[in-house]
């Protein structure tokens, strides 16, 4: 905090507010007085907050009203050079808030160039997409990164530039226009914690460019690492100890928080905040509707904390959040936060980010299919899944990434299971070692200390499908088809964006021929980024096959998502069925209540119509899955793996 007084912070932003704006007027004179009104009164609503976020950030620095200017002259270029059709997104948007948490988003996350070569061959499976109902498409990153070792896309050399093995920027253009006529979001990641060494800015820093430098953490020798580093956590300790890459070409340590060639950006200076604020802008004109904030966790540092989820880190995206509602409002940003829960929530806000991840879900999930019981989920559910009602979850059973066990460790003892312990039976049982497991995965970053891993695998192959047919286990293909679309229909209704994983949808196995490639043999998540299989994925209209049983059971659950009030919007209600196996919800709407009921277990499970009906449900219902009329008198039979949707008023 700067410790003015607020009534000395709103005369200053009234004052800069009303000496910056006929600067910026005649900087643009070209633009056309009814938008130049529309613009401003967008700035002056959005003026004061932004301008208290940057006075807490950079008011140390003597030049700060020079650094408000530049921020304000550079966000009104990217505005005035945003084509017009996204101008008529954003009007659009204005009118309808809360767009992205209807019940007609269904998202669907690729790599460009394993699901359809590159950009180009991107828009010829927008057919393919549309047939899924998908309304929002996320492309992991496909920006220029080093040759070799590029983090999968995420050490980033230029963000106005694409791989040129995928295409170019206007490819990319011209993809997210199509993708907004057929009605598909796109999402693109936005990478501002760190550049790969070989970005520019990296570049000029190497050559002892001081101002370039000073865009980076840099240090003479390991004084001020040293201190940093008793209580900052190395996130890949396997792959070098601490936070710290020493470079001798300029004779410094690099902050490099992933990897030694991703070098964390310096936040502190505002030129940096400036710089990358454009970029982000940049994106939005291209036609990005989402951004996925990568790595919100990290981007602050102080000495003395871990230089995780520090409240800097927060003002920084709610002042990027300003400058995107004065400049292109049709964009929102989606956090990735892998952190324990409670941090989680906190980047969860319509002045924050308006969507998130959700990886407790996602993680508990795998925990009710490994254990067959839902206490645990269910626990974490009633405690964690209320968040703002203008916010919406990211809901996904499986990602480009590893599986990390993200669950709080006082939610885990709170109904008595032991947090580390549990974690590694989690491990062992997704990577085949448990003796009660149907899962083939691979460890990713284990320690051998300890056994702690996260888990590489594609859903397929962790929900049990690759061992049976490996065995020829007719009962337990069945059983790993329907555990596969019951994680899918938690996901499609429990509240969010559902967020399919590309090849999820027919059923891809692991695969590991990634063991044979030099430069992947040693990141055991290429296991579950393999080419699409579009011979696999014609196997989707020839009933009776795998890929058919799941692709068909996906687009129901679309359909039914689609079609139903009670997905829209709406609130939900988790309930104790009285039964381990069985997750229960409730999504209410004026119009409609549908109750989910997700039966973990691999064998006929019976809830009591008792309890049914003492939750205000009638005898009488019928399952939107299956259109079956159900008669709950005294008990209800579920099958194996069995999703329900059940609709029929409460009394």
């Not at 059709?85 to 209807?102: I, M």
């Not at 396997?238 to 950006?265: A, M």
């Not at 312990?421 to 497991?437: E, N």
């Not at 695998?457 to 049976?468: F, Q, T």
């Amino acid at each position: 905090m700067t410790g003015k007084p607020p009534e000395w912070i709103s005369r200053q932003s009234r004052s800069s507010f009303e000496r910056i704006l006929p600067r910026l007027r005649e900087r643009f004179p070209q633009v056309p007085e009814p938008e130049w009104e529309v613009f401003t009164a967008r700035m002056e609503q959005h003026f004061q907050p932004l301008f208290e976020l940057l006075h807490e950030l950079y008011s140390g620095h003597y030049d700060f009203f020079y650094h408000l200017e530049t921020i304000l002259v550079s966000a009104t270029r990217m505005w005035v050079e945003r084509p017009i059709e996204l101008k008529g997104l954003d009007a659009q948007r204005e009118n309808a808030p809360g767009w992205y948490r209807s019940n007609q988003m269904i998202g669907y996350i690729v790599y460009a160039d394993r699901f359809a070569g590159d950009l180009n061959g991107l828009r010829e499976k927008i057919p393919f997409l549309k047939e899924l109902g998908v309304t929002y498409l996320h492309i992991m990153p496909p920006f220029l990164s080093p040759d070799g070792d590029n983090d999968g896309g995420y050490a980033i050399s230029s963000y106005r530039e694409i791989d040129p093995a995928l295409g170019t920027m206007a490819d990319m253009n011209q993809l997210a226009s199509d993708l907004r006529n057929h009605g598909i979001s796109l999402c693109l990641d936005f990478i501002y914690n760190h550049t790969s060494d070989e970005h520019v800015w990296a570049q000029k820093a190497l050559e002892g460019d001081l101002e370039f430098q000073d865009y980076y953490r840099m240090y003479d020798d390991r004084t001020i690492p040293d201190q940093y580093e008793k209580t900052v956590n190395a996130v890949f300790p396997d792959e070098h100890p601490g936070c710290f890459t020493y470079r001798s070409r300029i004779r410094k340590w690099v902050w490099t928080t992933f990897k030694n060639y991703q070098w964390d950006l310096n936040y502190g200076n505002p030129v940096v905040f400036a710089k990358m604020a454009e970029e982000m802008l940049f994106l939005a004109n291209q036609g990005v509707e989402v951004l996925r904030l990568d790595a919100v966790a990290f981007v602050w540092k102080q000495l003395g904390t871990n230089c995780e989820n520090l409240p800097e880190a927060h003002k920084i995206i709610q002042a990027f959040n300003l400058l995107v509602r004065i400049t292109a409002p049709a964009l929102v940003f989606k956090s990735e936060a892998i952190v324990h829960p409670d941090e989680v929530a906190k980047y969860i806000d319509p002045g924050e980010c308006q969507l998130s991840y959700n990886p407790t879900l996602m993680a508990l999930l795998w925990n009710a299919a490994a254990t067959r019981k839902v206490e645990f989920l269910r626990h974490c559910m009633m405690k964690r899944f209320a968040i703002h009602p203008d916010c919406a979850w990211v809901n996904y059973i499986r990602c480009h990434d590893d599986i990390g066990w993200t669950y709080s460790n006082e939610d885990a003892e709170e109904i008595g299971i032991n947090a580390g312990d549990h974690r590694r039976f989690l491990v062992d049982f997704y990577t085949g070692k448990h003796p009660s497991s149907f899962a083939k995965g691979l460890p990713f970053q284990e320690n051998p200390l300890n056994g702690d891993a996260r888990v590489s695998g594609s859903l397929a192959s962790l929900a049990g499908l690759e061992k049976a047919l490996e065995m020829g286990d007719g009962a337990a293909a069945e059983i790993a088809v329907r555990r596969i679309l019951l994680m899918h229909g938690v996901i499609f209704t429990i509240g969010g964006i559902p967020l399919i994983y590309a090849g999820d949808s027919i059923g891809t196995l692991n695969d590991y021929s990634f063991r044979n490639d030099p430069e992947r043999f040693a990141d055991s998540r290429w296991v579950h980024r393999p080419l699409f299989d579009w011979e696999a994925a014609k196997k989707r209209l020839q009933p009776d096959t795998i890929e058919s049983q799941i692709f068909q059971g996906i687009l129901r659950l679309a359909q039914v998502r689609r079609n139903n009030a009670a997905f829209d919007r709406t609130e939900t209600e988790f309930i104790d069925t009285q039964n381990e196996h069985v997750l229960g919800y409730f999504r209410h709407h004026p119009d409609q209540t549908a109750l989910m009921l997700a039966n973990f277990s691999d064998h006929t499970t019976e809830l009591s119509g008792t309890r049914l009906r003492q939750l205000g449900l009638r005898r009488t219902l019928t399952d939107l899955m299956t259109g079956q009329v159900i008669t709950a008198s005294d008990t209800l039979s579920m099958e194996g793996c069995r999703f329900m949707v059940l609709v029929g008023g409460r009394r």
